[in-house]
């Protein structure tokens, strides 16, 4: 269990804290009163479930301006010829886009957990993963997202026994066991995931 915690304070004073703290001011920089920003963001985080990270950045770059302006059926299509995995998640990004008005005052209205369990409950395509990642993504630092990557990292190194089924309640209580971690290596959840994540897979991404 401390092998973790000691590759992690490692990387902490290596080049790539450098890497890791400039996303962490970049997922600051959005501005969290932008209905259409956070919108953005949140077709990323429906698109990105179960899905290649990089591979879903370029679609979603490529079809920003079409999530907020095309019918399910047009999006959908679009998807398919990039190549996106799940093009019926289209329907997922129409109907999110009617309640892209109520984002930013729910974000600024509610306490953390409320905010996310909102997320969670409106929101067709989220989970826990997913609007925790959401949540991180606009600069939000005390949510864990936590993966496949994660799960599998934190097996292997002894800290959890993977459950066969991510359940609410699982989520929140791996989460805990993150936070523990984090607060021992004086990290925010934010910057953990970037590390536990660059120590799964190699790479830093959003």
């Known amino acids: 269990m401390n092998d973790l915690l000691s590759t992690i304070n490692n990387l902490t004073h290596s080049d790539i804290h450098t890497t890791i703290h400039q996303r962490i001011q970049q997922f600051k920089t959005i501005d969290t009163h932008s209905a259409e920003e956070l919108f953005q963001e ?13 591979r879903t950045i370029h679609i979603h770059a490529q079809l920003s301006k079409s999530f907020s302006i095309d019918p399910i059926e047009t999006l959908a299509k679009k998807l398919k010829e990039h190549g996106y995995r799940f093009p019926n998640r ?24 409320e ?30 997202i936590i993966d496949s990557h994660i799960l599998d990292l934190l097996e292997r190194y002894h800290r959890i026994k993977r459950p066969n089924t991510l359940t609410a309640k699982k989520y929140r209580e791996i989460e805990e066991d993150l936070r523990a971690l984090a607060t021992k290596t004086q990290l925010t959840l ?10 799964e897979t190699g790479k830093i991404l959003k």
């Open 90 to 113: 289209a329907a997922y990004i129409v109907e999110a886009a009617k309640k892209k008005d109520m984002l930013s005052p729910i974000i600024h209205t509610r306490p953390p957990e």
């Open 42 to 54: 949140l077709c990323f985080c429906i698109l990105t479930a179960n899905c290649n990270a990089e």
């Open 115 to 144: 905010r996310r369990t909102w997320l969670v409950d409106n929101i067709t395509g989220l989970g826990y993963k997913e609007a925790s990642h959401f949540l991180r993504n606009i600069g939000y630092d005390d949510y864990a």
């Open 190 to 199: 934010a910057e953990l995931d970037l590390y536990l994540w660059y120590l």
